[in-house]
């Protein structure tokens, strides 16, 4: 098996969508962390389009299997998600809030993010897949 890691938003989008390296790298993979926001995001986005409920089904299954869980945030990861908004602020280089939430956890839990995002290149600190 491989590592555990975080994924975000568009990185379920793809496998839910069946792109093969993704489905691959789902099916190896140790442990994914849906971090908090990425759940509600999804969750959001579902409520906004047509197949809501279907969706809902299908990510509700996604959740139920032992190799996922949810990631919530605690008091570690305030002040993670502080010490990255005031480098990005610093640097000039701001990336989406959620975004910042999302590499606040995989930072403070030392785990690589899955994600297609390349601003966050701009948290040197973050491991990505």
Do not use: C
């Amino acid at each position: 098996m491989e590592v555990s890691f975080l994924i975000d938003t568009n990185r379920y989008s793809d496998f839910v969508r069946n792109v093969p390296e993704v489905v691959e790298r789902f099916v190896s993979a140790r442990e994914i962390l849906v971090p908090f926001i990425v759940a509600a995001e999804l969750r959001g986005g579902f409520l906004a389009g047509v197949q809501a409920k279907h969706n809902e089904v299908v990510f509700d299954e996604f959740l139920s299997n032992r190799h996922v869980g949810i990631l919530f945030a605690d008091n570690g990861t305030i002040r993670t998600y502080a010490s990255i908004y005031a480098e990005l602020r610093k640097n000039g280089t701001p990336i989406p809030v959620n975004d910042m939430w999302i590499a606040a956890l995989a930072v403070q839990h030392s785990l690589p993010l899955y994600t297609r995002d390349q601003h966050f290149d701009n948290i040197p600190q973050l491991s990505r897949i």
